[in-house]
């Protein structure tokens, strides 16, 4: 949100409810999202760990 890539609509319900949506520049994100999930796909299938050893 702080970084304008999700906004946030606040309702005046009880119980409270909050919904996030993408802006322009969330969407826009959204190809690269999409080839980190395929990279995942593709060289982390076989169950290898995604940690990063420190």
Do not use: H, N
């Amino acid at each position: 949100e702080k970084e304008g890539i999700v906004e946030r609509r606040q309702y005046p319900e009880l119980p409270p409810r909050v919904e996030y949506a993408l802006t322009d520049k969330g969407r826009d994100l959204l190809p690269l999202v999409e080839e980190m999930r395929c990279f995942g796909d593709r060289w982390l299938a076989d169950g290898a760990s995604a940690a990063v050893p420190a």
